[in-house]
């Protein structure tokens, strides 16, 4: 479970680099977009620009052209009207002069011959200034008609220039659109990179939350197998007292055996060297006697086994001196053996208490964490197995009552146990808001 664990945590440290770099490339692109269309916009502006500019100068140039054909063309009718003025009114004043002679002639019929040359002369001057009226007339209708064609022509280019202006504006609705589209890809393309930031830091929270977890797991483990360690360490130490017990016993049983014969040893010397004392004077008087009766062969045997008595306490004094030295040597080793096997059974009793209690600490921990996963399992809906948790959980718990009982020991004396015993199933299983419960039910945030 541990290495599927593992293998997720690293899946979603992956998933988060995947989508961070989806993130970042979709910014990316989305800059270039934007990029692009920017100097699209602003190549399209420039050519749109540099069109209008000309566009605008054309229409000025136009505008100042058509002001000076309708400068000219007024210029031409004010010099029409100025041209034939003189003669318009020197026209009007012929015809009042013809008028005038006419009622002349009316009154003065005498004179009607001479006024008839009069209005002969007359008609012809005002002939004439007709001919000259028409041809003046004549001239500037030539002028008028090149000035309208002009006009006339001024008209259709600025028609040319009006449908022109219009076609610009319709590319520039088109580089407006192209631009919004363009605009609007980017922005998905930005949203899509947002919402891979969001899945990549919902990941990373995850992947977080889950190694933290896992750090709470592994420290709640390293606790029982540094226990189950201690409680090897104790269990041989306590094994390796009681051999050294036993050898002691063993080697105490054997001093004193030999205690026991050097005593032995020592009391048959004490009585010889005994016998010899109360010999010898009893050799003395005998010899005496002997010597006394000139049997000279008897006292030279008895000088001889007085003498050999002698030669038999001086050695088996000195055998008692030496089995009296062993046997103090032997008693020096008997306490130190004792005192020996006395400090390993002293030492024995503290190991298996710190045996004991080693032991109860891992109980009371697996107790703890069968516990927690059984609640795991129940939540996840594998009952048997949550059967076969409960059963640990009670063997576990009736080991730690029975040394409780037997060393008298107090659950509330360990003080450095776990507090939070997390089953890794619920870290595999749980994601999100429930993951994100599940951590601070021990203190746990994203952040750690």
């Known amino acids: 479970m541990q290495e599927v664990l593992n293998a997720q945590i690293a899946a979603e440290d992956e998933c988060v680099s995947l989508l961070e770099n989806f993130s970042k490339d979709a910014t990316a692109s989305a800059d270039l977009i934007e990029k692009k269309a920017n100097l699209l916009r602003a190549e399209e502006m420039d050519k749109w620009l540099s069109s209008s500019e000309d566009l605008e100068v054309r229409k000025m140039e136009l505008e100042i052209e058509s002001y000076l054909i309708s400068e000219a ?49 007359n008609d012809a001057s005002i002939e004439a200034v007709e001919k000259r009226i028409a041809g003046v007339v004549s001239g500037f209708q030539d002028m008028q008609s090149d000035i309208g064609a002009k006009y006339d022509r001024m008209k259709s280019k600025l028609s040319q220039v009006d449908a022109e202006s219009e076609a610009l504006s319709i590319k520039k609705k088109d580089i407006d659109d192209v631009l919004s589209q363009e605009d609007n ?67 105490l049983q054997e ?19 005994l016998y010899v004392d109360k010999r010898l004077p009893e050799l003395e008087t005998e010899k005496k006697v002997a010597a006394a009766a000139r049997n000279f062969k008897e006292a030279a045997r008895i000088a001889a086994e007085a003498k050999s008595l002698s030669n038999e306490k001086e050695g088996t004094q000195i055998k008692l001196e030496r089995a009296t030295m062993e046997l103090g040597k032997l008693e020096e080793e008997i306490k130190e053996t004792v005192d020996k096997l006395q400090e390993a059974e002293e030492q024995i009793l503290l190991r298996e208490r710190d045996l004991a ?9 697996t107790a703890s964490a069968a516990n927690a996963e059984r609640a ?35 659950e509330e004396d360990f003080g450095n146990q776990p507090k939070h015993l997390i089953p890794m199933e619920l870290v595999y299983d749980l994601s999100g808001k429930q993951l994100a419960e599940l951590a601070a039910s021990v203190h746990l945030n994203p952040a750690s």
Do not use: P
Not at 93 to 116: A, F, I, Q, S, T
Not at 382 to 409: F, G, R, S, T
């Open 185 to 251: 890809k980017g922005a998905k393309i930005r949203e899509l990179g947002k919402i891979a930031a969001d899945e990549a830091k919902a990941y990373n929270e995850a992947a977080g939350l889950r190694k933290g977890l896992m750090l709470c797991i592994l420290e709640y483990r390293e606790s029982k197998l540094g226990l189950m360690k201690t409680e090897e360490k104790f269990s041989e130490d306590v094994m390796r007292l009681q051999q050294e017990a036993s050898s002691a016993r063993a080697s």
């Open 255 to 273: 001093l004193s055996s030999n205690k026991s014969s050097l005593q032995q040893e020592i009391a048959s010397f004490e009585q010889r060297i």
């Open 73 to 121: 063309r007024k210029g031409v009718n004010v010099s029409i009207e100025h041209s034939i003025d003189d003669d318009s009114r020197e026209k009007e004043k012929l015809l009042k002069k013809k008028d005038v002679l006419l009622d002349e002639l009316e009154k003065l019929l005498n004179l009607v011959r001479e006024k008839e040359k009069q209005i002969a002369e």
């Open 357 to 365: 209690v080693a032991r109860l600490q891992r109980l009371l921990i």
């Open 376 to 410: 795991a399992a129940v939540e996840l809906g594998d009952h048997e197995e949550a059967d076969i948790l409960l059963a640990e959980a009670k063997a576990a718990e009736y080991e730690a009552q029975k040394l409780q009982a037997v060393y008298d020991l107090k």
